[in-house]
């Protein structure tokens, strides 16, 4: 039982396999791009001596029992094959080794032109063809509707490879978020115009779906402009006008106050106070005007100071106060 032992301890260490460091086994090249159809060649060698040195593989499989090298080589690689292994056997231990080629596979996505993800495949060893997957989580906020996303795979081969290396991109994916109205300034305006002239209530909003418009006031508005984002006219009344967005979300208003004002002429005249004083003055003194020269005085001040914008100063610039008798 002992022997038996003994031998299954040293055929168990015979096929131990090394790879890596440690392996007696050089690739030249040590990696190898090759296009469809092309010749490839790759040359192994040994740095010990070797029982046994050879290549497995689907296709042009070679070994030999004399040299220190040996030569993988296909004229024309037109099929999807295992990586080819070089393997060697030799006197002394590690009595096995191996040594066989890359790849590595990128994805990435892209927003627009600018790159939001980066997932690489470097575990990917077969050099036949492969089917992996990259998933992008996107949180989805009202910024990101429109947004255009794409994946582009790319295979790096390292500096033997094509430069630039080979790219696939998908076809675009549009984002479509969806959110309610929202108003740029949804606060109420207070709106002044003057009388006759056209003024715009402007009602716009975003929103997706694209929101739909109405508007509601105590005042007639043209049916045309019911369903509009804007209210422009000239004939509008003063009062509230309330606008609403709605989607399939939610619904938001927003109210518009207009009020008018008498078109040159501010809301409240200047030189009033002034002209009430004098109209005051002249009553109590039975319109003897030089009794209110004070009064008066103060009216021509102001009236030089607003002219052209006071009512209560027109025709006023021609009043004098009464000169006094010298009798």
């Known amino acids: 039982m ?3 032992f003994l031998q299954w301890i040293l055929t168990l260490c015979m096929f131990y396999t090394v790879s890596g460091e440690g392996c007696s086994l050089i690739l030249k090249p040590s990696r190898v791009v090759v296009g469809f159809g092309e010749p490839v060649s790759v040359s192994c060698e040994a740095t010990r001596p070797v029982r046994v040195l050879g ?15 040996v030569q993988w080589k296909v004229d024309s690689l037109i099929d999807w094959i295992e990586e080819p292994i070089c393997y060697g056997v030799f006197f002394t231990a590690p009595r096995q080794c191996e040594e066989k080629l890359n790849l590595v596979l990128y994805s990435e996505w892209y927003r627009g032109q600018t790159e939001v993800y980066n997932h690489s495949f470097s575990d990917l060893t077969s050099s036949s063809p492969v089917q992996v997957s990259s998933i992008l989580v996107i949180t989805p906020t009202k ?3 429109g947004a255009q996303y794409r994946c582009v795979a790319v295979l790096e081969l390292g500096p033997e490879g094509p430069q630039p290396p080979p790219t696939v991109t998908s076809e675009p994916l549009n984002a479509s978020v969806y959110f309610p109205p929202t108003f740029l300034s949804p606060e109420p305006e207070v709106v002044d115009y003057i009388v006759g002239d056209e003024i715009t209530l402007n009602c716009t909003a975003t929103g997706n779906p694209a929101p739909v418009y109405s508007w509601q006031s105590s005042h007639p508005i043209q049916e045309r402009m019911e369903d509009e984002a804007a209210l422009t006219s000239s004939s509008l009344l003063p009062g509230t006008y309330t606008c609403t967005a709605s989607n399939a979300l939610e619904k938001k208003s927003k109210q518009f106050i207009v009020k008018a004002k008498t078109k040159g002429m501010p809301q409240k005249d200047p030189c009033q ?3 009430c004083a004098i109209q005051t003055c002249l009553q109590a003194n039975k319109y003897v005007e030089s009794m209110c020269e004070d009064v008066i005085r103060e009216m021509r001040r102001c009236c030089q100071v607003h002219a052209g914008h006071s009512i209560c100063c027109s025709g006023f610039k021609d009043s004098q106060p009464a000169k006094k008798s010298n009798t």
Do not use: P, R, V, Y
């Open 2 to 4: 002992g022997n038996n």
């Open 55 to 69: 290549w497995e593989s689907a296709i042009s499989a070679a070994h030999t029992q004399q040299d220190l090298s």
């Open 143 to 145: 910024a990101e509707n």
């Open 273 to 275: 106070k002034q002209a």
